[in-house]
């Protein structure tokens, strides 16, 4: 550990449970019924990243290029799952399409990110793969989670417009050209909006966490800056992907809409 990093002890760590106490008591004043909400969130919170710090600390130790990858591949799984779990769409399977982008897409970005731009030797180092991986995921799968919902919720609303472009003659893509496009930019406006506050608004975690550390600010910012960059590289090139992959699952071979009309 840096001798200049203050430690926190785990009796502090139970001292900060003050801050939900707070948020728990603007619940129980406003009555809006989100104390279950927070104890759970609260507890998946220590228990989910205290396994990952005995975790990382193991795969760091090993430096198995076979142990980081299956990491990868289970924060993927999660990251997929978690998707899957907020956009209520049961007509269309998109899991699958879901699942591999994630996977290739955020493998190439990081890939170059940690190999190309950093410059890591071997590119797979733990240090340097595992936490910018889990940055693109994180990062991307919010994107990805409300680009899918507004698809699905477009193509249900403009039904009869989209079948009426289909009866004269357009095929599936030309009859949802608008519907994609108005979902491809909700998933990338928040990566946008936080390139436009960062620095400014707010300091973003990776440059927080590596002034902490003790690291000079100015090496921090330039990891940001690229960070960044490969964020809305990753949320970009993900969404695309995934948009065009579900979006054919919406549609049979003749091109016919399956989407149900919205109730």
Not at 10 to 26: E, K, P, Q, T, Y
Not at 45 to 64: H, N
Not at 87 to 111: D, H
Not at 210 to 229: C, E, H, T, W
């Amino acid at each position: 550990m840096n001798p200049e990093v203050i430690p926190i002890s785990m009796v502090d760590l139970v001292i900060s449970l003050v801050f939900i106490l707070a948020a728990g008591l603007v619940s129980v004043l406003h009555k809006l019924s989100l104390h279950k909400d927070l104890l759970i969130g609260t507890a998946r919170t220590f228990i989910q990243l205290l396994i990952m710090g005995y975790a990382l600390t193991f795969v760091f130790e090993l430096d198995s290029v076979l142990l980081v990858m299956g990491v990868y591949v289970v924060m993927i799984v999660f990251g997929a799952q978690i998707i899957h779990g907020r956009v209520k769409e049961r007509e269309v399977n998109y899991l699958g399409p879901t699942f591999l982008s994630m996977l290739a897409g955020y493998f190439l970005i990081a890939y170059v990110v940690t190999g190309v731009v950093v410059g890591s030797d071997p590119w797979w180092k733990p240090q340097y793969f595992v936490p910018l991986a889990g940055m693109v995921i994180g990062n991307s799968m919010s994107a990805l989670a409300i680009s899918l919902e507004r698809l699905f919720t477009d193509l249900r609303a403009k039904l009869r417009e989209v079948e009426m472009r289909l009866s004269l003659g357009a095929d599936y893509a030309e009859a949802s050209h608008e519907i994609m496009a108005d979902a491809l930019k909700a998933g990338m406006i928040p990566s946008i909006n936080s390139m436009m506050g960062v620095g400014l608004v707010f300091i973003p975690g990776m440059t927080a966490g590596q002034v902490l550390a003790g690291s000079d600010p100015l090496m921090a910012v330039r990891y940001q800056i690229v960070v960044m960059l490969m964020m809305v590289a990753s949320t970009a090139l993900s969404t695309v992907v995934v948009l065009r992959l579900v979006r054919r699952r919406c549609f049979g071979p003749s091109h016919r809409l399956l989407l149900s009309p919205s109730k």
